[in-house]
């Protein structure tokens, strides 16, 4: 069977503001991934970028822009953890999407390796760094969940159009 080629030309370019635009058509859940840097101090960053990757493991991942802060702390960690924020709890939301973001006033506790686990989540995922992969301008964290927790009373908080929303009741 022969194959017709095509010649290889450069893709076109895509401008960055149109490609944000497009993604954020997409709703995403709310996340704040929390660990600890090398001083054992806190960090957390809000994240959008999760996703599951697998049952059988159970894998998670998400990504880092590679210009962050948290990179160094993140890079390092064996542990992590993926706090699904719940619709009333926005102004976690913001307040870790800061530069810098501290966990004063906020109530915490800890779960594997130390990590901060924040009160009042949908969902806690507590992962073991399991892989990390170079992604463009960011790092994909490949986690290995070994811990969860949940509650189904509470609904997640979702972005999507450049707001918050609330994920509603189901439609079917």
Same mark, same amino acid.
């Given at each position: 069977m022969q194959r017709r080629t095509e010649p290889m030309t450069s893709p076109p370019s895509v401008d960055p503001r149109e490609l944000r635009n497009a993604l954020g058509t997409y709703p995403t859940g709310v996340t =704040? =991934? #929390? #660990?600890?840097?090398? /001083?054992?101090?806190? $960090?957390?960053? #809000? $994240? /959008?970028?999760?996703?599951?990757?697998?049952?059988?493991?159970?894998l998670v991942l998400w990504s880092l822009n590679v210009r962050s802060p948290n990179l160094a702390a993140f890079d390092r960690a064996p542990y992590f953890a993926v706090n699904v924020l719940a619709e009333e709890q926005v102004e976690i939301s913001r307040h870790f999407a800061k530069r810098g973001a501290r966990f004063e006033r906020l109530e915490v506790h800890t779960g594997l390796g130390g990590v901060p686990l924040l009160a009042g989540c949908a969902a806690h995922i507590q992962c073991r760094t399991d892989a990390r992969h170079n992604g463009g301008d960011h790092v994909l964290f490949i986690g290995r969940v070994e811990r969860l927790a949940y509650d189904v009373a509470k609904r997640p908080l979702v972005f999507w159009g450049g707001r918050y929303h609330s994920a509603g009741g189901a439609l079917l």
């Open positions: =704040v =991934v #929390t #660990t600890l840097d090398a /001083n054992g101090a806190f $960090v957390g960053l #809000t $994240v /959008n970028s999760f996703s599951s990757l697998s049952l059988d493991p159970p």
